[in-house]
């Protein structure tokens, strides 16, 4: 069973920075596409960023200059770091998991970890 596990979340004023975790189970993760998507209160879902297993990356535009996604293979781990954050970067960060980087940033991902919350104060 795949689990996907995140960490990191927390209150941070604006301008500050948060790095978050996701740790993958149950998946051969060096072979998996991971990404991370974002929902703020009200609104739907949206793609944030995502790593391919050969580290080919793409990011939101919104998100672009300000966070960088990284893996280790090793620890079958990915992560969100996050800096210049602002109030709008507000949101549950849910990492996913897929087997196809075409469908990755469509939304209809296979594997969804349980999400932690980011809060950036204005």
């Known amino acids: 069973q795949v689990q996907l596990v995140e960490s990191g979340g927390g209150l941070v004023q604006a301008g500050g920075s948060l790095r978050l975790s996701c740790a993958a189970s149950g998946i051969d993760f060096k072979y998996a596409h991971m990404g991370w998507y974002r929902q703020a209160a009200g609104k739907q879902r949206e793609f944030a960023a995502a790593?391919?297993?050969?580290?080919?990356?793409t990011y939101v535009d919104s998100v672009k200059g300000r966070f960088t996604i990284s893996r280790d293979n090793a620890k079958n781990t990915v992560y969100l770091q996050m800096n210049t954050l602002k109030p709008e970067d507000t949101a549950v960060y849910y990492c996913v998991a897929d087997d196809s980087w075409v469908r990755l940033p469509t939304g209809d991902v296979p594997h969804w970890g349980q999400g932690t919350q980011v809060t950036v104060s204005s």
């Open positions: 790593i391919s297993s050969g580290g080919t990356i």
